[in-house]
């Protein structure tokens, strides 16, 4: 037997009988852990770019007036929403918890 047959067969069998049901969770839970999962994944991805490509995404306030002596700033915008909507569907995930 084919190893890709068998875990095709494997998979559907486990998907049809319902495997992944999680009856502890409503369905804002769900939601609120995919955007969790999601937004950690974009922090990490962003973190890295961002540490990996210095100078690539500066912003240079030398060319505003009155500015001497300037440092380059690099801020990782993407990244800090990412996080803030980690902490806020993380919060959301206990806030919408049922009641029992």
């Known amino acids: 037997m084919n190893i890709h047959v068998f875990l095709s067969t494997g998979i559907y069998h486990l998907l049809t009988r319902k495997a992944f049901k999680f009856p502890i969770m409503n ?3 769900k939601i ?3 955007v969790f999962f999601m937004s950690v ?5 962003t973190g890295y770019i961002f540490y990996s490509y210095q100078g690539q995404f500066e912003f ?3 060319i ?3 500015h001497k002596d300037y440092v380059d700033i690099n801020t990782n915008w993407l990244g800090i929403i990412a996080f803030g909507n980690s902490i806020a569907s993380l919060a959301g995930f206990f806030l919408f918890k049922d009641k029992k």
């Not at 994944?41 to 991805?45: K, L």
């Open 32 to 34: 609120l852990i995919m």
């Open 27 to 29: 369905n804002i839970q």
């Open 60 to 62: 240079e306030p030398s």
């Open 64 to 66: 505003w007036k009155y």
């Open 41 to 45: 994944t974009i922090f990490i991805i």
